[in-house]
């Protein structure tokens, strides 16, 4: 058993970029090739997927509402995923968490299974205004 290490978040205006962290310690990261990513959940809404990447084959996918504008992506020296967030709007104020395993990332259900999560970071506020 392991944890999940975020960092990363903060506010910017509309239009502007963060980039958030997450390491894994233990052995979440490389027992075999599971899909990591982030979900995030704005207040009174629930928690859905945003970006996942499998660990060992590196295939990633996306939301819809982030495609073209997040990128997520990984060091495998360091057993940390990124996701680089670029065009910010204000719809994307949530707090972003890291998680692993995600299940269903090659249906593509993934967005809508959190509550099949095992392991979840603490947490990192994004606050984009406008």
């Known amino acids: 058993q392991g944890q999940l290490f975020e960092s990363g978040g903060g506010s910017v205006q509309a239009g502007g970029s963060l980039r958030l962290s997450c390491t894994a310690s233990?052995?979440?990261?490389?027992?075999?090739?599971?899909?990591m990513g982030w979900f995030r959940q704005a207040p009174g809404k629930e928690r859905e997927g945003v970006a996942a990447?499998?660990?060992?084959?590196?295939?990633?996918y996306y939301a819809d509402s982030v495609k073209g504008r997040f990128t997520i992506s990984q060091d495998k020296a360091k057993n940390t995923v990124y996701l680089q967030m670029d065009g910010l709007k204000p719809e994307d104020t949530a707090i972003y968490y890291c998680?692993?395993?995600?299940?269903?990332?090659?249906?593509?259900?993934?967005?809508?299974?959190?509550?099949?999560?095992?392991?979840w970071g603490q947490g990192t506020q994004v606050t984009v205004s406008s």
């Open positions: 233990g052995d979440m990261y490389s027992d075999a090739d599971a899909c």
């Open positions: 990447i499998y660990t060992i084959s590196s295939k990633f």
């Open positions: 998680a692993v395993p995600i299940r269903g990332c090659v249906s593509g259900s993934w967005v809508r299974r959190s509550a099949e999560v095992d392991n």
